[in-house]
C-alpha cells in the first residue's frame, strides 16, 4: 500500500514539472496587451506627481496620463495606519484624474483631544472644503447664496475649481485667491 501511495505521489510530481515547464520547453510566449478604459493602448505619456503626508513610502512617483488619484496612492504604498479616513472620504475623490506636478497631500489622523493643522496648509488660509459657513462669509464678496453654493459644491480639488464650477465670479475669486486653500 505504501508502495502505491509513493508511487502516486511521485506521478504527480512528474505531472505537475510537465505542466510547469512546458512553456520554457516548447518556447511558447504569452502576449499581454494592456488596453486603457477608453480602448487606447497604454503606454502614453508619463507625469510625475508628489504623494505626502500619511502614506506608507512618500514621494514623487511616474505613473500614465489618465492616472486616477487612487493610483497615485497605490504607488504611495497606500494610506498609513495613521491618515485620516474620515477627512479623506469626505473631501477626496479617488477617481478624480491626476495631472502632472500635482502634490497630493493625505492628513494625519488627529489624536483625541489634539489640534492640529496640516503641513501642507497655513492655518490663516480658509479650507474651502471644511470652513463653517461662518469662516467662508468673511471673505469678500462672499455673501449666504455664495457660502451656500461653496458648500454644495464640495469637495475641491483646487481653488481654482470655484471658478470651473461657477460658484465664484472671477472678480470674487481673484480678490481670495491668496486666502483659500483646499487642504
Do not use: H
Not at 79 to 100: C, H, K, P, Q, S
Not at 127 to 135: L, P, T, V
Amino acid at each position: 500500500m505504501f508502495d502505491v501511495l509513493v508511487v502516486g505521489l511521485m506521478g504527480l510530481g512528474v505531472v505537475f514539472l510537465f505542466v510547469s515547464f512546458r512553456g520554457k520547453v516548447l518556447g511558447e510566449k504569452v502576449e499581454v496587451e494592456y488596453i486603457s478604459a477608453e480602448g487606447d493602448e497604454v503606454g502614453g505619456n508619463k507625469i510625475m506627481v508628489d504623494v505626502g503626508g500619511a502614506v506608507e513610502k512618500p514621494g514623487v512617483y511616474e505613473l500614465e496620463e489618465g492616472s486616477r488619484l487612487k493610483d497615485a496612492l497605490v504607488a504611495a504604498g497606500g494610506l498609513a495606519e495613521w491618515a485620516d479616513r474620515e477627512w479623506i472620504g469626505r473631501v477626496l475623490n479617488m477617481a478624480e484624474e491626476v495631472g502632472d506636478g500635482e502634490k497630493i497631500y493625505i492628513p494625519e489622523e488627529k489624536e483625541e483631544g489634539e489640534i492640529t493643522v496640516s503641513a501642507a496648509s497655513d492655518s490663516s488660509l480658509v479650507d474651502i472644503n471644511m470652513a463653517s459657513e461662518s469662516e467662508l462669509d468673511e471673505l469678500w464678496g462672499v455673501g449666504p447664496a455664495r457660502v451656500s453654493a461653496i458648500i454644495e459644491n464640495r469637495p475641491y480639488g483646487s481653488i481654482e475649481e470655484l471658478l470651473e464650477k461657477k460658484v465664484l465670479p472671477k472678480n470674487v475669486f481673484e480678490a481670495n485667491k491668496e486666502k483659500m486653500s483646499v487642504y
